[in-house]
């Protein structure tokens, strides 16, 4: 039996791509992902998350990681809530790797529910069972693995965009730094680039904060 385990990183962030990494192994070599002490990427160094990685990546049979822009989450947006986002992107995932039973970090607050959509979603011929749970990331090594990779793939793209943006802090509403930035750049611009997510409460909280200042300006 083909195992899988699901897990993203960057639902959250209002700046920069979510991604949404799967993991796949034969359930008779499952022990050897428990055996590298794989946990919830939040919990583990950056040095270590990224040896880890690179183990997790020659020990599965397979893995995969799907890239959600800015942009597209955007775009999605206008159409769908973000928890159905979550459950097309898991679905894409699962494609992907064609597992017979898949392990997911429930991004609903009904977990069953979760998993039933996304088994729903799944554009494939192959029959997956779905057991989809909160916190899955501390319960299944699996879905460890999968948090890792996620977690590391996303690190490198934010890297990457603090090149070109320069440093915009963790890209989390709840970061100064952030806010800062996205403040200071649309004082500028009058607008955001597309790696910034314009759906964002934070980012419409940002723009009616410069109105106000520009308004008192006139008083």
């Known amino acids: 039996m083909k195992i899988a385990g699901v897990d993203e990183a960057g639902k959250g962030p209002v700046i920069g791509p979510m991604c949404v990494a799967g993991v796949l192994i034969n359930e008779d070599k499952l022990h050897l992902i428990e055996e590298l002490g794989v946990k919830d990427s939040k919990k583990v160094a950056p040095k270590k998350r990224k040896l880890l ?3 997790i990546k ?10 959600v822009s800015a942009h597209r989450i955007d775009e999605l947006r206008t159409i769908m809530t973000m928890n159905e986002v979550m459950v097309i992107c898991h679905a894409r995932v699962l ?8 392990f997911l970090d429930a991004a609903d607050v009904k977990e069953e529910r979760f998993g039933r959509n996304v088994q729903k979603k799944c554009q494939t011929p192959v029959t997956v069972r ?4 909160h916190k899955a990331d501390v319960r299944y090594p699996i879905v460890a693995a999968a948090s890792i990779i996620a977690k590391v793939h996303r690190d490198r793209a934010i890297a990457a965009l603090r090149v070109e943006f320069g440093d915009f802090g963790s890209g989390y509403p709840a970061d100064p730094k952030t806010i800062r930035f996205l403040r200071e750049w649309f004082s500028e611009h009058q607008s955001f680039p597309d790696v910034v997510r314009h759906s964002w409460k934070t980012v419409e909280n940002v723009i009616a904060s410069a109105k106000q200042t520009t308004l008192s300006a006139y008083r």
């Open 58 to 67: 020659e020990t599965a049979d397979s893995w995969f990681v799907l890239d």
């Open 95 to 102: 494609e992907n790797l064609g597992p017979d039973h898949a």
């Open 130 to 133: 779905v057991t989809a749970r």
């Open 53 to 55: 990685s690179g183990r």
